[in-house]
């Protein structure tokens, strides 16, 4: 085999980054040349082994060696599982020349990195990753840690490893939900460093699990390009490194008010990207085009760009909490033009202020592209869109029966948020008084789909039955309910649940 090879160059801690298919033939041969007389220690979580545990074994035969199944899991990613993969090392009677191979997704690679970056005051660590974000991200740069109760990735240490291997074969056992949640993260490497990506990502759209081996491979190696790139110019992020948290600022505020666990991280970055694009696009940064194609690109990819259950208060207080120290702005990268950004410093109490607008641009734009028709444009006068809702052979027609008022507005967040809102016409639930209203929130199959697969059924059917109530031609909405007929959706179940609409929102149901 003749692996693609790509070099992160950082004097004596430059390392190599090996792509290809079979790549265990390599890392096998690689083992055997730097680490002849050392043990290795092979640490991966209890999904990948159920998967390669044999391969594993087999790739390594003859090569003295141990492995460890962590349970899998962000909520395993904490101070109890790094002493456990300590007690596994010196159980192995690891030494000063013993390799840790972290063979699995971000939390094995961060975890073990870690184990690796503190065990004996630091040993050598080779990641194999084996999620699509692990390749495109976390395996190279060096970043290790865990997360504490007070916080994510409050503990780490930089600690590069001495090779990566990359495997496009992995991602064929990966779900395609995080499959999607990688997928975030290869858009913002495009959109931050690499125009031919982003131009590529635009030409496959919505088709990109489709992809074939070669143009995995491809899209791969260019977003891990772009990382390394950054890493080599910037290797512990005093500067340049921090235009790899495009689309984090707001990502990493939805991450955390929705409750960990609830989004994945690339689910949160690609809201993130789409809501700092807007932004750009209110600060003179980013093109109107460019914002349209990213939001395009996102949705078609079945992105939700908005997670509706998430005030914008909770948003606002996540923005900046740097690390638990809050801070009063930010560098912020946005984006210039495909492939360009630039790090602006901004004021958090800005980007606050512009929450509610973008959230209601989101939602247009997001109407617009179901709609297929331009931006600006998402509800005109005569759309087609009504409000009538088809439940057997009786129609109801829904409005509402008042307009919203005007919200009060939190100290910290500024005049200028309780002007704007006092704007937005769809009435929301109750909210407490010191919340900033949310403007209306975005609802797409794609979103149901979301709640469905986390088992909130009832949130995935009222997102559905809103749908139909104002576009009760919607085909995908239709077609959604179709497949779930003989499950738990029944006609009976949509006319409880406008019921309880007309309750709960003030609906005159007629
Ligand atoms: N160090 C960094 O620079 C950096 C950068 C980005 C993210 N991260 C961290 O990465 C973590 C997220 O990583 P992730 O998205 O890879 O999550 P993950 O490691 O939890 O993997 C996701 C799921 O996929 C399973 N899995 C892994 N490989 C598989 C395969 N080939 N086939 C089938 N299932 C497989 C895992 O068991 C897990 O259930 C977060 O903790 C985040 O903080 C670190
Ligand atoms: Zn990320």
């Given at each position: 085999?003749?692996?693609?090879?790509?070099?992160?160059?950082?004097?004596?801690?430059?390392?190599?980054?090996?792509?290809?298919?079979?790549?265990?033939?390599?890392?096998?041969?690689?083992?055997?040349?730097?680490?002849?007389?050392?043990?290795?220690?092979v640490?991966?979580?209890?999904?990948v082994?159920?998967?390669?545990?044999?391969?594993?074994?087999?790739?390594?035969?003859?090569?003295?060696?141990?492995?460890?199944?962590?349970?899998?899991?962000?909520?395993?990613?904490?101070?109890?599982?790094?002493?456990?993969?300590?007690?596994?090392?010196?159980?192995g009677?690891a030494?000063?020349?013993?390799?840790?191979?972290?063979?699995g997704?971000?939390?094995?690679?961060?975890?073990?990195?870690?184990?690796?970056?503190?065990?004996?005051?630091?040993?050598?660590?080779?990641?194999?990753?084996t999620t699509?974000?692990?390749?495109?991200?976390?395996?190279?740069?060096?970043?290790?840690?865990?997360?504490?109760?007070?916080?994510?990735?409050?503990?780490?240490?930089?600690h590069?490893?001495?090779?990566?291997?990359?495997?496009?074969?992995?991602?064929?056992?990966?779900?395609?939900?995080?499959?999607?949640?990688?997928?975030?993260?290869?858009?913002?490497?495009?959109?931050?460093g690499?125009?031919?990506?982003?131009?590529?990502?635009?030409?496959?759209?919505?088709?990109?699990?489709?992809?074939?081996?070669?143009?995995?491979?491809?899209?791969?190696?260019?977003?891990?390009?772009?990382?390394?790139?950054?890493?080599?110019?910037?290797?512990?992020?005093?500067?340049?490194?921090?235009?790899?948290?495009?689309?984090?600022?707001i990502?990493?505020?939805?991450?955390?008010?929705?409750?960990?666990?609830?989004?994945?991280?690339?689910?949160?970055?690609?809201?993130?990207?789409?809501?700092?694009a807007?932004?750009?696009?209110?600060?003179?940064?980013?093109?109107?085009?460019?914002?349209?194609?990213?939001?395009?690109?996102?949705?078609?990819?079945?992105?939700?760009?908005?997670?509706?259950?998430?005030?914008?208060?909770?948003?606002?207080?996540?923005?900046?909490?740097?690390?638990?120290?809050?801070?009063?702005?930010?560098d912020?990268?946005?984006?210039?033009?495909?492939?360009?950004?630039?790090?602006?410093?901004?004021?958090?109490?800005?980007?606050?202020?512009?929450?509610?607008?973008?959230?209601?641009?989101?939602?247009?734009?997001?109407?617009?592209?179901?709609l297929?028709?331009?931006?600006?444009?998402?509800?005109?006068?005569?759309?087609?869109?009504?409000?009538?809702?088809?439940?057997?052979?009786?129609v109801?027609?829904?409005?509402?029966?008042?307009?919203?008022?005007?919200?009060?507005?939190?100290?910290?967040?500024?005049?200028?948020?309780?002007k704007?809102?006092?704007?937005?016409?769809?009435?929301?639930?109750?909210?407490?008084?010191?919340?900033?209203?949310?403007?209306?929130?975005?609802?797409?199959?794609?979103?149901?789909?979301?709640?469905?697969?986390?088992?909130?059924?009832?949130?995935?059917?009222?997102i559905?039955?809103?749908?139909?109530?104002?576009?009760?031609?919607?085909?995908?909405?239709?077609?959604?309910?179709?497949?779930r007929?003989?499950?738990?959706?029944?006609?009976?179940?949509?006319?409880?649940?406008?019921?309880?609409?007309?309750?709960?929102?003030?609906?005159?149901?007629?």
């Amino acid at each position: 085999m003749n692996p693609e090879t790509m070099t992160v160059a950082l004097g004596d801690r430059s390392y190599d980054i090996f792509f290809g298919r079979e790549i265990y033939s390599l890392f096998q041969e690689w083992i055997c040349r730097f680490y002849p007389g050392g043990t290795v220690h092979v640490v991966t979580d209890r999904n990948v082994a159920s998967i390669y545990g044999d391969d594993i074994q087999r790739w390594l035969a003859g090569i003295p060696h141990d492995v460890l199944a962590l349970p899998p899991g962000e909520e395993h990613k904490n101070f109890d599982t790094v002493r456990e993969i300590y007690g596994f090392l010196a159980r192995g009677d690891a030494g000063r020349d013993s390799l840790v191979v972290a063979f699995g997704g971000g939390v094995v690679g961060d975890l073990a990195g870690f184990a690796a970056a503190t065990y004996l005051r630091g040993i050598s660590c080779i990641q194999v990753p084996t999620t699509l974000l692990s390749q495109v991200d976390s395996s190279v740069g060096g970043k290790t840690g865990f997360n504490l109760p007070e916080g994510k990735n409050l503990v780490g240490a930089f600690h590069q490893p001495r090779a990566v291997f990359i495997d496009d074969a992995f991602l064929l056992t990966l779900d395609d939900r995080n499959l999607r949640a990688g997928m975030a993260e290869v858009v913002k490497c495009a959109l931050a460093g690499d125009a031919e990506l982003w131009d590529r990502l635009l030409a496959v759209g919505g088709k990109w699990k489709a992809l074939s081996g070669e143009e995995w491979r491809w899209v791969v190696r260019r977003a891990v390009g772009f990382k390394a790139s950054v890493v080599e110019r910037d290797e512990r992020e005093t500067s340049l490194r921090r235009i790899l948290n495009l689309g984090h600022t707001i990502g990493h505020a939805m991450e955390k008010s929705g409750g960990y666990g609830r989004l994945l991280h690339g689910e949160a970055v690609a809201m993130g990207l789409a809501w700092e694009a807007i932004l750009g696009m209110k600060l003179g940064v980013t093109g109107e085009e460019l914002v349209d194609g990213l939001v395009s690109l996102l949705i078609g990819m079945g992105f939700p760009l908005d997670d509706p259950g998430v005030a914008l208060t909770s948003i606002a207080a996540a923005i900046g909490m740097d690390k638990k120290r809050m801070v009063s702005d930010v560098d912020l990268p946005l984006v210039a033009a495909p492939g360009r950004c630039e790090l602006r410093r901004v004021p958090l109490a800005e980007i606050r202020r512009e929450l509610p607008g973008i959230r209601a641009e989101i939602r247009e734009r997001s109407i617009a592209r179901e709609l297929n028709i331009p931006a600006g444009n998402a509800v005109p006068e005569e759309s087609p869109v009504s409000n009538l809702v088809h439940v057997g052979d009786e129609v109801y027609e829904i409005r509402p029966v008042e307009e919203n008022v005007a919200p009060a507005v939190p100290a910290e967040a500024g005049p200028e948020i309780g002007k704007e809102q006092a704007t937005a016409v769809e009435p929301e639930s109750e909210q407490a008084p010191s919340e900033i209203r949310a403007a209306p929130a975005v609802r797409t199959v794609t979103l149901a789909d979301l709640y469905w697969s986390q088992g909130e059924h009832s949130t995935a059917r009222r997102i559905v039955g809103e749908i139909l109530r104002d576009d009760p031609a919607n085909l995908r909405a239709q077609a959604w309910l179709a497949a779930r007929a003989g499950d738990d959706l029944v006609e009976a179940d949509l006319l409880a649940f406008l019921e309880t609409m007309a309750k709960e929102y003030g609906y005159d149901l007629s």
